[in-house]
């Protein structure tokens, strides 16, 4: 068994509780164990709020929702923090990071988002390749020619930025709504996943996420890590022709 | 969370009478319930003692293993709670949701043997055997052997 | 429900044409909604001109007015759903008040009133068009003798259990076209607190589509007095758009909602 600084700990999925989520029907009110105000957003209220916002803002609506979608976010791993704290009685991050990750994964599942999954991209360790399986947004919007989860996307950058103590963004990579099987994100430093979303904004077809990954492993980063380039050079948008993907 | 047993029974039951099987099934469960009760008020009345004499035992049999901390082992004596929910309400979907899902996916993602958390299990019950009377056992054993089972029988798919 | 289904595009979203408002009522019932409902063999599908109690087993269930009926988690996939087979998503109060706060550092504090009111009113027309045939399915009768209070009940119900707070309507003056609603806990203002200004758009959008469907009829709603203006509760006003807009007028002038309510009966 890998020597680990954090001890191994094991208190259960901390939302399968019988009456975890509960709602006061008199009041109208649902309420966690806590005392923190839930509330359930039907689907119709979702596409609600696409409508509203893409009539409103445009194309500029994506930019919005993944904003608003990380504001919510670097709320709620705040409280789920504070929460997951108490329930271990030791900070929450100082827990061994395959535990934290079963944690998020139960959490996603507990308020209904899909089924969240994420790894450290071996070829490039700042960055982080993330996956949520029956996502909700996508399944809602039926099919798209860009991807749609972009609560998700904002949500995720918040929640590693959070761990992680550097802000971080989120680029999904891949959507069920442009028929892939989940949606896939890809999780960094956001000086590079900028770079990369031009980069792949870019190209057609769009890149898949694994061609992601090669790019951001081929392209120069920061002068700490010594990483030799590949064959394949690193475009900036606007100055040079898209780059062809070599897979 | 999903529903027990019971609770469906009787929200589909609704506006009709229960039938054989639901009544058979109810009727087996009540007569049972004063030995489950028992069960859960043992383990609650045994859970302070239990902590330290898991981790002092643990540390006896296999004193090259750090992963045995304290913590742990009171993290161990609490997921009795949930064994004592899940046969309290004769569900082990409880104990699967609650416990077993969960811890299946930690072993696999902190990289920790399972047969660890077994052996652990293991030295529990041989510190329960003793203060828990045979009844007793006889209702604790399904939830016991699904836990057993989920460590000893492999990781499958250690993605979650 | 796609939302590229949506009314023409060149239509204002909080301003539907009555020729989408009646096809609203004449949308066909979707069978696979009540699917969770459905007691199998005891429906015979015809649809009677109103509802007629039968005793015994019913075929759908209509008591699903609890947490452990409504909710139907699938641990495993990490999917929620509704016993109408819709997917739900759980958020705290954070989410709203980010919502509302982003929205105001996109596009400016009117901006974003009115996207969470278009919000609104698109949520309201897309649940009117599952829950009118849902309505003539499940009660297997038709929507024209439904009583117009169990209508309003069950389409707001669902909203209580989800967490979006409890109501009272006040039909009193409907003759004069105006209908009071009371919110009581509102998800939005709870969330955000005192700030002094009204906050329930999402709200005032929803029940201006709900009761335009209703009505057959393009209403607006405004918000007259709110939790987050130190009310106890919520207080709205549905009607044409001339009072509505003048019921705003008077509460940016600070007019209370008994002042409000005493002009619009005079109007």
Redesign the interface.
Same mark, same amino acid.
């Given at each position: 068994?890998?020597?680990?600084a954090s001890? $191994?700990?094991?208190?259960?999925?901390y $939302?399968?509780?019988?009456?975890? $989520?509960r709602t006061d029907v008199t009041t109208g009110v649902c309420r966690t164990p806590t005392g923190v105000r839930i509330c359930t957003l039907p689907p119709d209220f979702l596409l609600g709020l696409r409508d509203a916002l893409i009539y409103e803002c445009g194309k500029s609506y994506r930019t919005v929702l993944k904003a608003a979608g990380r504001r919510w976010g670097s709320q709620w791993i705040k409280r789920l923090d504070r929460e997951w704290t108490a329930y271990y009685?030791?900070p929450f991050r100082e827990l061994?990071?395959?535990?934290i990750?079963?944690c998020l994964?139960?959490a996603f599942a507990a308020h209904g988002y899909g089924k969240l999954?994420y790894t450290r991209a071996e070829e490039s360790p700042e960055f982080w390749s993330a996956e949520i399986g029956d996502s909700l947004f996508p399944a809602l919007v039926g099919e798209s020619d860009r991807p749609v989860d972009l609560l998700m996307s904002g949500l995720l950058a918040a929640i590693f930025s959070y761990l992680h103590g550097l802000t971080m963004d989120c680029l999904q990579t891949e959507c069920p709504s442009m028929g892939a099987e989940r949606s896939r994100f890809l999780i960094g430093p956001a000086p590079r996943i900028a770079e990369l979303e031009a980069w792949w904004e870019a190209n057609t077809p769009l890149p898949s996420h694994e061609q992601v990954l090669q790019q951001a492993a081929a392209t120069p980063h920061a002068p700490t890590n010594g990483q030799t380039h590949t064959h394949q050079e690193h475009h900036l948008p606007h100055s040079q022709p898209p780059l062809e993907v070599v897979s | 969370?999903? &529903?027990t047993w019971l609770?469906e029974i009787i929200?589909?039951a &609704?506006?009709?009478l229960f039938n054989d099987e639901e009544l058979a099934r109810m009727l087996s469960y009540y007569s049972s319930v004063p030995t489950r009760l028992k069960l859960v008020e043992e383990l609650e009345r045994q859970e302070p003692s239990l902590t330290r004499a898991l981790h002092k035992e643990l540390q006896r049999r296999y004193p090259q293993r750090?992963?045995y901390?304290r913590?742990?082992a009171q993290?161990?004596v609490?997921?009795l709670r =949930?064994v004592a929910r899940a046969v309290l309400a004769d569900d082990l979907r409880?104990l699967r =949701?609650? @416990?077993i899902?969960?811890?299946r996916?930690?072993l696999?993602?902190?990289?920790?043997?399972p047969q @660890?958390?077994a052996d652990a299990y293991a030295v529990l019950r041989e510190l329960l055997q003793r203060q828990l009377t045979r009844s007793v056992w006889e209702v604790l054993d399904p939830a016991w052997s699904e836990l057993d089972d989920s460590l000893t029988r492999g990781l499958v798919a250690a993605?979650? | 429900m796609k939302s590229s289904e949506a009314a023409d595009f060149t239509e204002p979203l909080d301003k539907p044409n009555e020729q989408t408002l009646q096809i609203i009522w004449q949308e066909k019932g979707e069978p696979r909604t009540l699917t969770f409902l459905r007691r199998n063999g005891i429906a015979d599908g015809t649809i009677r001109k109103q509802i007629v109690p039968r005793p015994?087993?019913?075929p759908y269930?209509h008591?699903y007015y /609890?947490d452990?009926?409504y909710f139907r /988690?699938d641990?495993e996939r990490g999917i929620l759903l509704n016993p109408y087979g819709q997917r739900l998503m759980r958020v705290s109060e954070d989410f709203l008040v980010a919502i509302l706060g982003s929205l105001e550092d996109e596009v400016g504090q009117n901006g974003a009133r009115e996207i969470m009111y278009k919000c609104g009113y698109q949520w309201g027309l897309h649940d009117m068009r599952r829950f009118l045939p849902r309505m003539r399915a499940e009660f297997e009768a038709e929507l024209e003798r439904m009583r117009v209070d169990f209508l309003m009940e069950e389409w707001w119900w669902p909203l209580t259990i989800q967490g979006w707070g409890t109501w009272r309507y006040d039909f009193r003056q409907r003759d004069k076209g105006l209908l009071y609603i009371e919110l009581y806990e509102s998800a939005v203002a709870k969330s955000i607190g005192d700030i002094g200004a009204v906050v329930c758009y999402f709200y005032a959008g929803l029940f201006a589509s709900v009761f335009s469907t209703l009505a057959k009829r393009a209403l607006g709603c405004v918000e007259m007095q709110c939790y987050a203006t130190g009310e106890e509760f919520c207080r709205f006003v549905v009607s044409d758009y001339d009072r509505v807009n003048a019921a705003a007028f008077w509460r940016n002038e600070g007019a209370t909602a008994r002042d409000i309510m005493k002009k619009l009966a005079q109007m």
């Open positions: 068994m890998p020597e680990s001890p $191994f700990r094991l208190k259960g999925n $939302f399968a509780e019988p009456y975890h $989520f009685q030791q061994p990071a395959g535990l990750r079963v994964a139960d999954d | 969370m999903i &529903n609770t929200h589909t &609704n506006e009709r750090t992963l901390t913590r742990l993290d161990l609490e997921s =949930y409880l =949701y609650r @416990w899902d969960h811890m996916a930690a696999a993602a902190c990289d920790v043997d @660890w958390i993605t979650r | 015994g087993v019913q269930l008591n /609890h452990r009926v /988690h641990p």
